[in-house]
């Protein structure tokens, strides 16, 4: 394997690691982001809650004072009865109706009464609820911008990584590229290591017979460690050596 290969494949793996790393900060940003919204979100949804059972209490108002018109109504239209009344006996069945009439719509404006109050006081705790809801928003405000101007930091530098990257993937050949894709694919971030002056892998210290060792130190053709898989080249030149 030449020298260039070897170069090109070790800056590969610095620049994987370096991707990796500003993939797990992006990630770490997004969950500060949905973190900072939760009081918002938590206090929008207590606030939407609120305003359904406000609406929904209008509503039942509405209906227990119409239910109370029509009961009204049908009051008049027994009194004008009980003008025309002919004996006693239907005196005594129409004043049983206005009674009971009279006692359903009382509790229909009774139970009106009571949603009154109950709105009137559901108005109040919404309004508290909004104020918080505009208080958690004005907070989110400039947290949001901070985070989001540091992902698109992170993103852009992930860009100009990327494109380093594809560089560097140029400047190998196809079997070491097809060795190092299906190693990183498989979670693995050490693809190339050097042979040790001892002759192990500088991976996994597994001895490398001697023969191999001596193709290796050729640098011909691209060897594998048998024990650990990753691709050895040559041993490191120290400038003291
Ligand atoms: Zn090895």
């Known amino acids: 394997m030449s020298q260039e290969t070897v170069v090109s494949l070790k800056e590969l793996q610095k620049v994987d ?42 509503l039942d108002e509405r209906k227990l004072e119409s239910s109370a018109d029509e009961k009204r109504a049908r009051i008049k239209k ?25 006692r359903a719509m009382e509790a229909d404006e009774q139970e009106a009464l009571g949603l009154l109050d109950q709105i009137r006081r559901t108005e109040v705790s919404l309004d508290e609820l909004e104020a918080s809801v505009a208080e958690a928003r004005a907070e989110l405000g400039p947290q949001r911008e901070e985070l989001e101007s540091e992902r698109a930091r992170e993103q852009a530098q992930l860009g100009k990584l990327e494109d380093r990257r594809e560089e560097w993937v140029e400047q190998i050949g196809d079997g070491e590229r097809k060795v190092y894709e299906s190693f990183r694919a498989s979670g693995r971030r050490v693809v190339i290591a050097h042979l040790l002056e001892d002759g192990a892998c500088g991976n996994c210290f597994g001895m490398i017979p001697l023969q191999v060792q001596n193709e290796i130190r050729g640098g011909g053709e691209m060897i594998r460690c048998e024990a650990c898989g990753v691709i050895v080249a040559a041993p490191e030149t120290s400038p003291e050596s």
């Open 78 to 102: 027994l009194d004008e009865r009980m003008t025309k009344v002919q004996n006693l006996r239907e005196e005594v069945a129409v004043r049983a109706e206005l009674d009971i009439v009279r």
């Open 17 to 58: 690691d370096e991707i990796r790393q500003v993939r797990e900060r992006i990630e770490d940003v997004e969950e500060r982001l949905a973190e900072a919204e939760v009081p918002l979100l938590e206090a929008e949804e207590t606030a939407k809650a609120t305003r359904d059972r406000l609406s929904q209490m209008k």
